[in-house]
């Protein structure tokens, strides 16, 4: 059967399969995140998809989401960003060349809309890292990333 593939933004309408592609994507290695909580992952992914300035695409094949992108459109002083929360393409599919693909198509859509930078963050010990070197993306050397734990007092 021929493959053929669809680029298209998508949204809250389609959060079952968001959910979906998500979870079968960071519950396993390398990130084994823990979204057994199904009200949390609904509530981060609301986040992600369903705000106004939330910008999200997919890539089907054959009608079944392989691959998207989770952002949002982030006004900044140098220009219009995308600035991409979650990435991620189907386990099985990873190493094929539909990520690169992918964001080919997600930097030509950019261009069209007028966004002139695409940011994300991900950690150094994972694939991701050099996925991202690969297509072309950066390091910021001065940009550093902060976190807090405040807790919950019990």
């Avoid at 030509?108 to 963050?121: D, P, R, V």
Wanted: glycine content about 8%; hydrophobic content about 35%; overall charge negative.
């Amino acid at each position: 059967m021929k493959r053929k593939y669809e680029f298209k933004r998508i949204g809250i309408n389609e959060i079952e399969t968001i959910k979906k592609l998500f979870k079968s994507v960071f519950t396993i290695e390398p990130w084994n995140d823990d979204w057994s909580n199904e009200e949390q992952l609904r509530l981060y992914l609301i986040d992600l998809v369903g705000q106004d300035n939330s910008l999200t695409y997919g890539l089907y094949e054959n009608e079944e989401l392989i691959s998207m992108s989770m952002g949002h459109i982030r006004h900044w002083y140098s220009g219009t960003e995308y600035y991409i929360d979650e990435l991620c393409v189907r386990t099985d599919k990873q190493g094929s060349g539909i990520g690169t693909y992918f964001l080919k198509k997600i930097e030509k859509a950019m261009k069209e809309i007028g966004i002139t930078n695409i940011f994300l963050q991900t950690e150094n010990n994972v694939p991701a890292y050099g996925f991202y070197q690969k297509n072309g993306f950066y390091e910021l050397k001065r940009h550093v990333s902060f976190v807090k734990e405040v807790g919950i007092e019990k």
